[in-house]
């Protein structure tokens, strides 16, 4: 069973949805209505979350469990691996999901990803510095860049 709950953020509401213990999408809004008992997880997640948007340099340490491909997975495995205050390129990206040369592939991969913010796609910018594309929109992407880098 999706239980669904719907968090205060300083982007706006966030809904984090999870299934059989394990969080499977963040999306920016309230998306849908509160599903299910508020579990655990739910509430754990909505600590971790209001921890970082204050500040936090601890790493969120929650299950994830998101749907895609074999590359996407590799891709978001992969995200997980550039620390908070870090960036790195599209073309590292690819490298590191073992598909070197495919900057575009894991562009869209990123962009697919169902659990933005806990897997940190935002971390990832063009060769040339530029920001580059995020799902939850640039002004989402350039604010958690500044946030994370003590500017917010």
Request: proline share 7%; aromatic share 6%; net charge positive.
């Amino acid at each position: 069973m999706t239980q669904r709950r719907i968090v205060d953020s300083p982007l706006g509401p966030l809904t984090l949805e999870a299934q059989d213990g394990a969080l499977t999408a963040l999306r920016l809004g309230a998306c849908g209505v509160p599903e299910g008992e508020d579990s655990a997880l739910l509430l754990e997640a909505q600590a971790q979350l209001a921890a970082y948007f204050a500040g936090s340099d601890a790493p969120f340490s929650l299950p994830l469990r998101p749907a895609g491909t074999a590359f996407q997975l590799a891709v978001w495995r992969a995200l997980t691996r550039v620390p908070r205050g870090q960036i790195q390129t599209y073309g590292w990206l690819a490298e590191a999901a073992g598909r070197p040369g495919a900057c575009r592939a894991a562009g869209t991969a990123a962009g697919k990803n169902p659990l933005p913010i806990l897997i940190p796609c935002h971390r990832i910018l063009r060769a040339d510095g530029g920001l580059g594309g995020f799902s939850l929109g640039l002004h989402v992407k350039q604010y958690l860049l500044e946030l994370e880098h003590g500017r917010k």
